[in-house]
């Protein structure tokens, strides 16, 4: 089969690192025989990078407006190549040459939801008229779709209010790659880099809008009692504020923000990790969600402290500690129960890993898509 797979965000770039779950989908879709182009739009200021070379082919586009019917044009070019037109996320830069070049092609075309965008950007909602375009462009796509994964059941039964028929959805939950992130990678070089003497609390994610690496910070600071270094890894347009709200709750000394670092980095950085955090509040957002960070921290055997709302709770399936969503309190509970109690913390470890092995490798959501695949392929009527 050949399939080309269209994202809205640059899948070479460090500063949109959920943009893994394409990349890897697209690999184990060519390890099961299969040819992949993967089509991209440059992070701005990224627009000169060549794409890196991979199993795959992937091709560069711009996220201009300006490019519009330019992007219409190669993605639609990319479509008479292929058997199946997919793309991910309903961003209208790639959404819309995507149901173009279906238009255009009498090509199937799948839809790959892993969130849903209009309630994270309604976290800020910067844009009245914007927020309405997303929303209709979020709203319209099931109508113009033969199949759809969707990364949640809050997902699915958005999708079935839409209209879109049940049987013609497919659950394509957010997976990890087992051989980068595992149980054995060491720490040491971390450690050294940073100093870290102490037991070690981390959270990992997007500073964003509808993150809530916030409620980590709070948690720290009813742990001030506690001889424990916070670590938070990522980047983005909020790490600026945070670290102030660090700073002003006398957390300078006792919290490191990393930033961005290659994924390829980021096991590295998880070894050193005696236990981590995956915080949320109770919301449209994040019922809808399979975070990313929790299968991650599962891959490679850490203790977990996660907020159970949406899938969380079926994700960890037992290898986990579940804490009260936004409760700071139950958060530094859960916590400090893991801190303390060695014997526990050695188990949910192991029960992690299993867990991510038997549940969560990228071959169980790729199976998944190429089943959705050829249901749209024998549904559509060329």
Known sequence: MKIVMIHPHDIWSDQEPWTSRIRNIAREL??????????????????????????FMSFKL????????????????????????????????????????????????????????????????????????????????????DTITVASEGLRELAITLGFPAERIFKGHVCVDL??????????????????????????????????????????????????????????????????????????DRMIFVGAVAHEEIPQYLAVADVTVACFEDNDITRHKSPLKVVEYMACGKAIVASDVGEVKSMLNGCGVLAKPGDVGSLRDGILDLLHNEEKRKKLEKLARKNAEKNFAWSVTAKNMLEAYKMAMKLYVR
């Open 30 to 55: 060519v390890r099961l025989g299969h040819e992949v182009r993967i089509v991209y739009f440059a992070y701005p200021g990224c627009e000169h990078h060549e794409p890196q070379e991979d199993v």
């Open 62 to 145: 711009n996220r201009s407006r300006r490019a519009s019917f330019k992007n219409i044009y190669e993605v639609t070019k990319h479509a008479r190549w292929a058997d199946i037109i997919h793309f991910q996320k309903c961003f209208a830069h790639a959404s819309v040459p995507a149901v173009c070049a279906h238009i255009f092609t009498n090509k199937p075309l799948h839809y790959d939801w892993d969130d849903w965008e209009i309630q994270i950007y309604n976290f800020l909602r910067p844009s009245e008229l914007v927020g309405k375009y997303i929303e209709y462009v979020e709203n319209s796509l099931p109508s113009f779709v």
């Open 179 to 252: 051989e980068l992130f595992k149980p054995v990678v060491d720490g040491k070089v971390i450690k050294e880099k940073f100093g870290i003497t102490k037991p070690v609390v981390m959270y990992m994610g997007q500073l964003h809008g509808g993150q809530y690496a916030d409620l980590f910070i709070k948690t720290a600071t009813q742990m001030m009692d506690q001889d424990v270094l916070f670590i938070i890894l990522g980047s983005g347009n909020r790490e600026q504020l945070l670290i102030q709200e660090a700073v002003e709750s006398n957390l300078a």
